[in-house]
């Protein structure tokens, strides 16, 4: 086994011989704790028979332990520093294969279709916060040949992917993640694991893509519309949040008399509703929209 990239000496090492500067505007922080990365790769499933995909690899800490479990890695940093680094860093694991690109504007289908012949590919990534939720709604709402997305984020983010209705960590990212996937929380990490240390402490979530989805509903695009509308003002009934934000071509009676067929209460907000709630509000309205 290859000496170990996550440690603080080998770290500050690699950093200070490269004159790199760590930049805000990408959320830098590497991690430097072997066995968190140890864990991640466990976390995530990887075996000798898996493509992965690795989103930000950094100086390629948990590159390095992904290239010696995985079939094949591909790494999509958007740093161009770092790519001459990750080139001393990576050198010698002939099954990884870097791209200096943004990953919201990479084809990542292409990537699936020509490293793994199209078969699903897991997603491990050490994320900043400023970006989690647009990669997973790409991954997801794309429907991306993916069988699992396995990233750390800040802990608050984890914990709104599993909250349930009623909880005040509930939103839009709650409903999305769960109408696509299983979502496990597999282990808080603290800031004394990173250079440098964020101001609050990371979590490692698996996200299982799911072969069908959860609930059915007629019109997709309109559940998503709904639900973001739902929490667009959480203060607001979610009657009021349908009638000013959602463009639904119905009046404001029309969505009364819909709520209340639901049996609900008009004053219901949108942090009440579950997955099989949403479902039935838009098929409801996909239905009076045709009539």
């Known amino acids: 086994m ?11 090492q690699i950093i200070e011989a490269n004159g790199f500067s760590f930049k805000k505007n990408f ?8 066995n ?56 010698e694991y002939e099954n990884v294969e870097i791209l ?11 990537i699936i279709q020509e490293k793994n012949g199209g078969k699903p590919i897991k997603v491990v990534a050490n994320l900043p ?3 989690t939720t647009p990669i997973l709604m790409d991954l997801l709402e794309k429907e991306r040949h993916v069988e699992s997305i396995t990233v750390m984020v800040q802990k608050e983010v984890a914990e709104r992917m599993q909250a349930g209705p009623g909880e005040k960590e509930y939103g839009a990212l709650s409903v999305a993640v769960q ?10 990490v603290q800031p004394s694991c990173f250079m440098p240390r964020p101001k609050v402490a990371s979590a490692v979530i698996t996200l299982k893509v799911l072969p069908e989805r959860k609930v059915k509903t007629a019109d997709e695009a309109l559940f998503f519309h709904i639900v973001k509308c739902a929490f667009g003002q959480r203060r607001k009934t979610l009657l009021n949040s349908l009638f000013n934000q959602g463009n639904m071509e119905l009046s404001k009676a029309e969505l009364a ?5 639901l049996g609900w209460d008009e ?14 509000l838009t098929d409801r309205i996909a239905a009076l929209r045709t009539t």
């Open 267 to 280: 004053r219901i907000r949108g942090e009440a509703l579950g997955l099989a709630e949403f479902a039935a």
């Open 129 to 131: 916060y400023y970006i």
């Open 257 to 261: 008399k819909i709520l209340q067929g």
């Open 179 to 188: 109408y696509y996937c299983d979502a496990h929380l597999d282990m808080i």
């Open 27 to 34: 959320g830098q922080n590497f991690l430097i704790d072997s």
């Open 100 to 110: 200096n690109q943004d990953i919201l504007k990479t084809d990542i289908d292409t």
């Open 36 to 91: 968190i990365l140890e864990r991640i790769a466990q976390c995530a499933g990887i075996t000798k028979e898996d493509c992965v995909l690795e989103i930000g690899p950094g100086i390629g800490s948990l590159t390095q332990v992904l290239a010696e479990t995985a079939k094949q890695v591909v790494a999509v940093e958007i740093d161009a520093t770092l790519i001459p680094i990750l080139s001393q860093t990576l050198g």
């Open 2 to 12: 290859a000496e170990r990239i996550a440690t603080p000496g080998r770290t500050r």
